[in-house]
């Protein structure tokens, strides 16, 4: 019923910057709760950030909180996620995923996308 298209991903050096957009399917982009998790090879799927589709309000992991931003825009059925001040321990394929409640759980989402890579070098 939903389906995300992440893009934005790429190599950058540690301190920079990148920006990773989701475009969304449908009509009905509004009603949902956002989310943005990443994987890093042999690790588990963690989360990132989220952003409710209610009221907008926002959620950060600790280890992002104060460098990364979630956003949307509704009228363009897209989230976003600004990732600044890069560092190594970044460098993982990151997912964004909707769902009808905001969520820190990754299996709590029903849609996903396919990922963007994202490779910050030291």
């Known amino acids: 019923q939903v389906q995300l298209v992440e893009s934005g991903g790429g190599l950058v050096q540690a301190g920079g910057s990148l920006r990773l957009s989701c475009a969304a399917s449908g009509r009905t982009f509004s009603r949902y709760a956002m989310g943005w998790f990443r994987q890093a090879p042999g690790k588990e799927r963690e989360f990132v950030a989220a952003i409710s589709g209610i009221d907008g309000s926002t959620y950060y992991a600790d280890s992002v909180k104060g460098r990364f931003t979630i956003s949307r825009d509704n009228a363009k059925n897209t989230v976003y996620l600004q990732m600044n001040s890069l560092k190594p321990e970044d460098t993982a394929v990151y997912y964004c995923?909707?769902?009808?409640?905001?969520?820190?759980?990754?299996?709590?989402?029903?849609?996903w996308g396919q990922g963007t890579q994202v490779t910050v070098s030291s």
């Open positions: 995923a909707a769902n009808h409640v905001v969520t820190y759980i990754s299996g709590d989402y029903t849609y």
